[in-house]
């Protein structure tokens, strides 16, 4: 299902989400995650705006929504006998990070 984030934000997420997986790529870590946590905030405080960081990718709000992501889970590295086992797990791991970037792209088009 496609999330309901303006061009701009979703332009800004593939951006943050193409360095982490460029990041993770180099260093062979596999297996990991997009944690997208989406919520109607309630009528008081809980802001993007009202959080401890600059908003971003981080965080971000569009219709009535807040949403937030983070890359979880990518403590699994890629050794010699995972990149053999990978045959035989229809070559899941294979290019993972430019899997994940698809993800992104159907579920926020920019």
């Known amino acids: 299902?496609?999330?309901?984030?303006?061009?701009?934000?979703?332009?800004r997420l593939h951006a943050a989400a193409s360095v982490d997986?460029?990041?993770l790529d180099e260093f062979e870590i596999?297996?990991?995650s997009l944690l997208a946590l989406s919520a109607r905030p309630p009528t008081?405080?809980?802001?993007?705006?009202?959080a401890p960081w600059k908003p971003g990718p981080h965080c971000m709000e569009s219709k009535g929504r807040l949403y937030t992501?983070?890359?979880?889970?990518?403590?699994?590295?890629y050794p010699l006998g995972r990149k053999i086992m990978n045959g035989f797990n229809n070559f899941k791991?294979?290019?993972?990070?430019?899997?994940?970037m698809r993800y992104i792209a159907k579920i926020c088009p920019g």
Request: aromatic fraction near 14%.
């Open 1 to 11: 299902e496609r999330i309901r984030l303006e061009p701009l934000q979703c332009e």
């Open 21 to 23: 997986t460029k990041f």
């Open 30 to 32: 596999i297996d990991y």
């Open 44 to 50: 008081r405080g809980h802001r993007c705006a009202d």
């Open 69 to 77: 992501f983070a890359i979880v889970d990518f403590l699994t590295d």
């Open 93 to 100: 791991y294979d290019d993972y990070g430019s899997k994940l």
